[in-house]
């Protein structure tokens, strides 16, 4: 039988595909989530990041204008952020690029709903552009002309996060 090592390694092949399997299936996804965000497609990804949106601001309500407005935003990272981190204290390889998957989901989420402070395109669910969170926050801040910057801001931390999702295994073991 011949020997299955990968060139230049004594690792078998099927150990090298045990360890990057999750990551070539996340690979289009991440893909795919970039894509649509560039396409400006609403996704399902996006329902489910809007319902965690929406539970922030509940959420963060009774702590005052600026959390109440940064609550949703706010707790569509750390609530995928917390899976991650407590995947990444256990060495749970999958668990972690899962949840760094969706955290950068919901980044891109937000990069989108920050960049479009100005133009106050997006559909709201109260159909009120008086109440874009992003609008409101940027503008109390004198930050309205960048709010593309933001985004952008926004956007760079969510492919940081599917790289690093994609390369966990090389990380962790």
């Known amino acids: ?3 299955r090592t990968f060139p230049g390694s004594s690792a ?22 970039l894509w649509t965000y560039a396409a400006g497609t609403y996704t399902v990804f996006d329902t489910a990041s809007l319902i965690i949106h929406e539970a922030g ?13 940064l609550g949703g935003s ?3 990272l750390i609530l995928p952020g917390l899976f991650a981190y407590s995947f ?8 972690t690029q899962i949840a760094l998957v969706w955290w950068g989901q919901n980044a891109l989420n937000v990069s989108t709903y920050a960049a479009d402070a100005q133009e106050r395109a997006l559909p709201l669910v109260t159909n009120d552009p008086s109440t874009h969170d992003w609008w409101r926050l940027l503008r109390a ?8 910057v933001v985004g952008g801001l926004f956007c760079g931390l969510a492919l940081l996060a599917f790289g690093t999702a994609l390369l966990v295994p090389r990380v962790i073991l």
């Open 1 to 3: 039988m011949p020997d």
């Open 88 to 95: 990444l204290r256990r060495s749970h390889t999958p668990g």
């Open 57 to 69: 601001l509940v959420f963060f309500a009774p702590f005052g204008w600026t959390l109440r407005a």
């Open 141 to 148: 801040a004198g930050l309205l002309p960048y709010d593309d």
């Open 12 to 33: 078998p092949w099927s150990a090298w595909l045990r360890t990057w399997a999750l990551s070539l299936l996340l690979a289009p996804l991440c893909g795919y989530l």
């Open 74 to 76: 706010l707790f569509q």
